[in-house]
């Protein structure tokens, strides 16, 4: 079973993300953070084998959360799957970092589940 993160404050995509999961079935047990503090304590709590991290959030924006885990060594190797309106171009800052990859919204069930093999596979 692998256990994914999902930190993602908009309801909607987190209602998204549930329905495609659900509609996958391939061993997969995703945790809803709708905010970075939560999905820290997360962290702390459990051990997960992906993050799925959408940039834009409050309180802690996704660049925090991200200087974060990076800088923690018990999380810092959790492949990262950016998730943003933002273009990756203008994410360019982070893809010097290991373990990064980047989707851009919207997306869809075929192309999150593409990118999860991909990064999981690695």
Known sequence: MREVLIVEDDKEMQEIYKDM???EKKGYEIVMANDGVVAL?????KKFDLII???I???I????????VRNDIKVMNIPIIV?????PAT????KKINHVHFLQKPISKEGLFKKI???LEQ
Request: avoid cysteine.
């Open 21 to 23: 999961f659900s509609a």
């Open 41 to 45: 304590r997360k962290l702390k709590e």
């Open 53 to 55: 991290l959408d940039i």
């Open 57 to 59: 959030m409050e309180p």
């Open 61 to 68: 924006a996704g660049d925090s959360f991200f200087a974060y």
């Open 83 to 87: 998730v943003s309106v933002l273009s």
């Open 91 to 94: 994410l360019d800052h982070l």
């Open 117 to 119: 093999n991909e990064v």
